[in-house]
């Protein structure tokens, strides 16, 4: 069963005050095969679910807000598909980094702040170095103090990372 170790907003940051307006969410769900699910905050429009890769999901986030909500990066093909391929199978590898690029790209020009909220175990933890790469306000929070039930050992669990 997928289990939800991000969500990721996107919208505009207030001038004044910080924080988001937030347009758009992302949700990462991990564990057998993981996925990309966009929502619009209002409601209107169905959810859209991708596969990313593994090694470059970081980047697959921003490709999926540069095609699927800003719109300024045209792929050429449907980074979604019915059957659910992964983007291992829409795009090659070439043209996976040639849309990267066009994406941050994209990015220099956009009015887009993207808050990623990072659950313990999120795959994202180990490429958010990445995010400089990418020229839009952006906020990353990350566990700092967990008390969970553990099922296995029967037990209230409590760490700091």
Same mark, same amino acid.
Not at 17 to 25: E, F, K, R, V
Not at 41 to 63: A, H, S
Not at 112 to 136: A, S
């Given at each position: @069963? ?6 990721? /907003?996107t *919208?505009?940051?207030?001038? %004044?005050? !910080? *924080?988001?307006?937030?347009?758009? /969410?992302? +949700?990462?769900?991990?564990? !057998?095969?993981?996925? /990309?699910?966009? +929502?619009? @905050? ?5 959810? =859209?679910?991708?596969?990313?890769? =593994?090694?470059?999901?970081?980047? $697959? ?7 699927? =909500?800003?719109? !300024?990066? $045209?792929? *050429?093909?449907?980074?979604?598909t019915q059957?659910?391929?992964?983007l ?7 043209e996976?980094?040639? /849309? ?7 990015? +220099?020009?956009? $009015?887009?702040?993207?808050?990623? %909220?990072?659950?313990? *175990? #999120?795959?994202?933890?180990? +490429?958010? $170095? ?5 020229? #839009?306000?952006?906020e ?9 039930? %553990? ?11």
């Amino acid at each position: @069963m997928a289990t939800t170790t991000a969500i990721i /907003l996107t *919208g505009t940051a207030h001038r %004044n005050h !910080s *924080g988001i307006s937030p347009a758009h /969410l992302i +949700q990462l769900t991990e564990n !057998s095969r993981p996925a /990309l699910i966009l +929502q619009s @905050m209002d409601g209107k429009d169905k959810p =859209i679910t991708i596969i990313p890769t =593994i090694e470059n999901m970081l980047d $697959d986030v921003f490709l999926m807000i540069s095609v699927l =909500i800003l719109k !300024s990066v $045209d792929p *050429g093909k449907e980074l979604y598909t019915q059957d659910r391929k992964s983007l291992y199978e829409i795009l090659s590898d070439i043209e996976r980094f040639e /849309l990267y690029e066009k994406a941050k790209g994209s990015l +220099q020009t956009a $009015d887009i702040k993207v808050v990623f %909220n990072l659950l313990e *175990g #999120c795959h994202l933890l180990h +490429q958010i $170095d990445k995010i400089d790469n990418y020229p #839009c306000d952006f906020e990353v929070t990350v566990p700092k103090i967990k008390r969970e039930f %553990n099922a296995w050992s029967g037990k209230i669990e409590f760490k700091e990372f």
